[in-house]
Structure formats: structure tokens, C-alpha cells
């Protein structure tokens, strides 16, 4: 009996432990029949402080967008990164997937606030979460209004990166959550961020999408933002079984060779798991290839010189 109480005990704490295993992780080297290249663990920071800001956009609606910027935040955290996440879509999916329905929170606690009021106390709106050194400024339908104001108002574009400006000095990085449409609120997002991450799923128009997108980030690039700078493209949901998968991200990769992770986050329910319980995988499904996947994503992206 004590026996098979070990045999348990020992088996719970194999499948609690953080899952680096490389195996559960698809990679666009192994597609090609490369070896995938082994990103190490980063050595702590010394000192925390002049945040990378990056958005995480992509035109296309559910791409894992919201889900990229929560798993990529929490691994980056676990990495000892002070990380802060931006909501900066009006349906709230970022501060609903981080268990806040900040719909029921009133205007001054979001950050259309921030935004909008250049003497805000931004440190009041920004909420913990269970994760050490994960923060979040939470959204909700109040953000949408925004959207006309900053067309309207002069240097409405650089709204954003005025709120976030006192912030970049305690952060190691920032990631924003942006909404699936190309509007002043995503012009604000690209006008902060030093680099963008796309999340991409890789379905028939998929390609045609990015190139659309591509042209958007270069009219950023020239007229408002001239260091913005296209860090990857992430291959999403991503099903080795699917033939028509496979094949779209063989021709981004032959169009796009130096743009695109290594690191692949395959299609699994446990994401969708993740937004019932209000938590990121690699908290509510710590050994499992999701969170694998999102780890490794956040040592590829510091070796790549994307984040400290
Ligand atoms: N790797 C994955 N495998 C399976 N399901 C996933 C994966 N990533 C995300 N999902 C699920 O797909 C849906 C859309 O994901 P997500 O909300 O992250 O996309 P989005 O791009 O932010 O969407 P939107 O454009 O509406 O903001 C969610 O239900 C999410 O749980
Ligand atoms: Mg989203």
C-alpha cells in the first residue's frame, strides 16, 4: 500500500514538474528537416528596468493573438522577467483569460483611463497576477470609444506610449494585447512598441493576410515609428496532421525565411481550458507541450535579442 502511495505521490510530482522537454515541442527546423537549435535557460537580470515593448497583432480575428501574449508573458515571467501585459482590445480577452472581467470594472481602473488622462496614476491600474513578476492593465468596452477620440485628437497616435512611458523604467518587458482590426488603437500599439510578434495559423489565406499586414507595418515604420521592427511571425494551432497546415507554413517559410520562430505552438484544447480557469497554461497545466512550447518561445525570443 505504501508502495503504491510513493508509485503515486512520484508520478503527481513527474507530472507537475515544468515540462522543458524538448519533444513536446514542434519546431519549423524539424519540418525541414533540420535539427532545432537548443535555446538556453537565460541568466537572471541583474537589473530590471527599460522595457522592449511589443504588440502582438494580427489582423486576422482568433489567431491566438490574446492566448500568445498570456503564455509568452507567464514564461518570460518564470524566466525572473518583470513582464506587464497590455488589454488593449475593448472585448477584454486578455484580463478575462487572466480571471478579471474587467467589464465590471469602473472606467478610472482601466487602461482607457491611462490613455486618456495624462495625470493618471497609471501604478493604480495595473493589477497582479497569481504568476510572480506578471502584471496586467486590464480592458474593457469602454476602450472602443477611444477609437474616434484619437483619430480626433492632435498626437492621438502617441497616446499610448505617453501612458506607458513611466512604466518602462520598472519593466523588463511589455507585451500588448492588440484587437484584430487595424485602427487608432492599434496604431497606438505599433507607435509604442519597439517589435511586433504575429501570430499566424496557418490556413490557405493566411499568406495573403500577412503581406496586407506587412504593408500596414510599414507605413507605421515610415510615417510614425522608424524603429518598429517585425521580430517573428508565430506559427499557430498548429496541427502536424493537417496537410493544407503544413503546406502554408512550408511557402511562409520559403517567402519569409529570417521572420519566423523556430518555436511552433501546436493545436491543443488545453488552451481553451485556460480561459475557463483564468490562469496561463504554464501555471494550469505546467508539464504539458503548451506550456513547453511557450517556454520555449520566450528563451528563443530573448536569444533572438527580442526581449533581455
Ligand atoms: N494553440 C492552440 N490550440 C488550440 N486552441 C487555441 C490555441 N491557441 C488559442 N486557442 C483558442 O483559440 C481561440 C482564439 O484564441 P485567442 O483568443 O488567443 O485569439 P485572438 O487572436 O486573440 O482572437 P481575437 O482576434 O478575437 O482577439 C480561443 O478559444 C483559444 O483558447
Ligand atoms: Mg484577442
Not at 60 to 77: D, E, F, M, Q, R
Request: proline share 4%; glycine share 8%; with cysteine.
Amino acid at each position: 500500500m505504501r508502495r503504491l502511495w510513493r508509485i503515486i505521490k512520484k508520478e503527481v510530482s513527474r507530472l507537475n514538474a515544468k515540462s522543458t522537454i524538448e519533444n513536446d515541442v514542434a519546431t519549423t527546423a524539424t519540418l525541414l528537416g533540420k535539427k532545432a537549435k537548443a535555446f538556453a535557460t537565460p541568466a537572471p537580470l541583474t537589473e530590471h528596468g527599460s522595457a522592449k515593448v511589443i504588440s502582438i497583432f494580427n489582423q486576422k480575428g482568433g489567431v491566438g493573438k490574446t492566448t500568445t501574449t498570456i503564455n509568452l508573458g507567464a514564461s518570460l515571467a518564470e524566466l525572473g522577467r518583470r513582464v506587464l501585459l497590455v488589454d488593449f482590445d475593448p472585448q477584454g480577452g486578455l484580463s478575462l483569460g487572466l480571471g478579471v472581467n474587467a467589464h465590471s470594472l469602473p472606467l478610472e481602473q482601466t487602461v482607457y483611463y491611462a490613455l486618456m488622462t495624462p495625470t493618471a496614476n497609471i501604478d493604480e491600474i495595473v493589477l497582479k497576477t497569481a504568476v510572480p513578476g506578471l502584471d496586467f492593465l486590464p480592458a474593457n468596452r469602454d476602450l472602443g470609444t477611444a477609437e474616434t477620440t484619437l483619430g480626433a485628437e492632435i498626437g492621438g497616435q502617441q497616446y499610448l506610449k505617453r501612458a506607458l512611458n513611466s512604466l518602462r523604467d520598472y519593466y523588463d518587458v511589455i507585451l500588448i494585447d492588440c484587437q484584430p482590426t487595424m485602427g487608432q488603437l492599434t496604431i497606438n500599439a505599433l507607435v509604442a512598441s519597439d517589435e511586433v510578434i504575429v501570430p499566424m495559423q496557418c490556413e490557405y489565406f493566411a499568406l495573403h493576410g500577412f503581406i496586407e499586414l506587412k504593408g500596414n507595418l510599414d507605413k507605421v515604420k515610415n510615417f510614425l515609428n522608424p524603429d518598429l521592427k517585425l521580430i517573428g511571425i508565430l506559427a499557430t494551432m498548429y496541427d502536424k496532421k493537417t496537410s493544407h497546415n503544413r503546406q502554408v507554413l512550408e511557402r511562409i517559410l520559403e517567402q519569409f525565411p529570417e521572420d519566423v520562430f523556430e518555436t511552433i505552438i501546436a493545436k491543443t484544447i488545453r488552451f481553451a481550458e485556460t480561459t475557463v480557469v483564468g490562469e496561463p497554461i504554464t501555471s494550469y497545466a505546467s508539464s504539458s507541450g503548451g506550456a513547453a512550447s511557450y517556454r520555449r518561445l520566450a528563451r528563443e525570443l530573448i536569444a533572438k535579442g527580442g526581449a533581455r
